[in-house]
């Protein structure tokens, strides 16, 4: 297993133990039967919703201060990663938010050009002024200017906020004694039309597994032909957090080739026989 995997299914698993600094209780595990669980953990965790629709008609406010709903994010055509967050989080948001930062650096594309990011606080007392303070610094970090057009930072009240959570699969609760709230890491991958896509999990992200992620939610719509081929050739790996090899579509795909590279080669052949045939044809005419 990569570095990267074994990391992500620490977080997942509860084994990170961020407690230790003093600055959150331990993570849940999404597959931990919930009897092991400590209790202020109950509820706690991400449960899959593969394929529904995210609903688009809840409204938020930006971090401008305008009040937008989350359909407005949505186009038809490029696809969104979707984050349910808080702003004042003491750490995993951070790590969460740092290591999509990377992964997109990697990916090289830019958000608001072939997709859209929708960080949403799940935090209903946090204001638009922090949300464009934690945009602008996230910003600074991942020092492309263009990309604030397609990243938004919203905040909301508990109705719309539960609603939300609930349609994703996001399970989070209030920790009293410690002052924060208590959640997973997570990306959602929807479809331009606002379908959940993927699920990456974890706090780090290859810029591979983000850009085939955001191929297969567009169903091709972004991405060259290339991607598209080899989002052909690998499959998703839930235990890797990654994309793998798929043996039978490599198979297809280079079957493909290999007849592609014999009928490039005989057509030569194919043309020069012709010809022969049309002048042998013509000499015994005569």
């Known amino acids: 297993m990569s570095f990267r995997g074994a990391l992500n299914r620490a977080v997942i698993s509860g084994t990170m133990m961020v407690g230790l600094l003093g600055l959150a209780a331990p993570l849940p595990c999404r597959a931990q039967p919930a009897d092991q669980l400590p209790p202020e953990l109950e509820g706690v965790g991400i449960t899959e919703h593969m394929d529904e629709q995210v609903p688009l008609d809840l409204e938020f406010v930006d971090e401008n201060g305008r009040t937008v709903r989350l359909g407005d994010y949505f186009d038809g055509h490029r696809p969104v990663i979707l984050t349910l967050n808080y ?45 464009k303070a934690k945009k602008q610094s996230y910003m600074n970090e991942y020092g492309r200017p263009s990309a604030a057009a397609g990243w938004h930072f919203l905040t909301g009240k508990q109705k719309e906020i539960t609603a939300l959570a609930e349609k994703v699969g996001f399970g989070y609760r209030w920790n009293p004694d410690r002052k924060e709230w208590m959640h997973a890491a997570a990306l959602y991958i929807c479809t331009p039309e606002g379908k959940l896509s993927r699920y990456l999990y974890g706090v780090l992200y290859e810029g591979n597994t983000l850009r085939l992620s955001l191929v297969e939610a567009s169903a091709g719509r972004v991405g060259s032909s290339l991607d598209k081929i080899i989002l052909y050739c690998y499959q998703y790996d839930a235990s890797e957090g990654r994309y793998g090899l798929a043996a039978l579509n490599v198979m297809r795909v280079g079957g493909g080739l290999t007849l592609l590279v014999l009928g490039t080669s005989l057509v030569p052949f194919w043309v020069r026989e012709a010809r022969r045939r049309r002048r042998a044809s013509t000499s015994h005419q005569s």
């Open 87 to 131: 702003y004042r989080c003491p750490m995993l948001c951070t790590l969460q938010l740092n290591g999509l930062i990377d992964g997109l650096r990697e990916m090289g594309w830019t958000p608001g050009e072939q997709f859209e990011i929708v960080t949403v606080s799940i935090d209903p007392t946090e204001t638009p002024s922090l949300a």
